[in-house]
């Protein structure tokens, strides 16, 4: 779809391509609708801290978890991996998610704003922010809420595509910035919200299983 170098090849020429592509979209969709389906299902217990939780504490510190394994993976994966941070300094375009679209940094600007909206709600539905204010030092939240908006105001300021950026300049000043501030939202949640309400990540929590 993205790279010319399979432009001639058996499974994109021709009819093959479209026979390809109506594939995989038709799966995609059917893949799509059944999360949809299900996930009809499962909000409710989610809002209410009913069903697969014992109670909406259990719903909150569910999200809270959840987002702070998101988190690390954007740190670690979809930018320290591709900027080179952890190994030596060099840039590996091809090591950014979806190098071939271009939308490496638009998937994570996407995620961020998601999180965003789970932390602080929107018209239809109340965030979590404000039953953690019951929790724990409202501070701490306030602090979170101010690195959600570092954060968003940061990668809005960049281009979508992380391969191309770090091709035509691996050192990009609003890049390392915004890795910043990625660093300090993870480590709010890691290592100041997880510890204060009583939350662990153990090694199964974060290793992909």
């Not at 987002?67 to 080179?84: C, F, H, N, S, Y």
């Not at 979590?128 to 409202?138: C, E, M, R, T």
């Not at 570092?150 to 091709?167: E, I, K, Q, V, Y």
Request: charged share 20%.
């Amino acid at each position: 779809m993205f790279d010319a170098r399979y432009a001639d090849s058996p499974l994109t020429a021709d009819s093959r391509r479209c026979e390809l592509m109506t594939a995989n979209t038709a799966y995609a969709a059917n893949t799509g609708k059944t999360l949809h389906d299900e996930w009809q299902q499962f909000a409710p217990q989610l809002a209410e801290g009913t069903g697969a939780f014992s109670d909406p504490r259990d719903a909150v510190l569910s999200l809270v978890r959840a987002m702070t394994v998101q988190l690390e993976a954007i740190k670690d994966r979809k930018l320290r991996r591709p900027i080179g941070l952890d190994n030596g300094g060099t840039a590996n375009p091809y090591a950014a998610e979806s190098w071939r679209g271009g939308m490496g940094l638009a998937n994570i600007g996407a995620t961020l704003a998601m999180m965003e909206t789970i932390w602080l709600g929107n018209d239809e539905v109340a965030g979590i922010h404000g039953y953690l204010n019951q929790q724990v030092d409202p501070r701490m939240v306030a602090s979170t809420t101010g690195d959600f908006a570092d954060a968003r105001d940061a990668f809005a300021t960049l281009p979508t595509d992380l391969a191309a950026l770090l091709r035509d300049d691996p050192r990009n000043g609003e890049l390392q910035q915004a890795m910043i501030h990625i660093e300090t939202l993870q480590a709010g949640f890691a290592d100041t919200l997880n510890p204060a309400l009583g939350l662990s990540l153990g090694f199964n929590s974060t290793d992909g299983d």
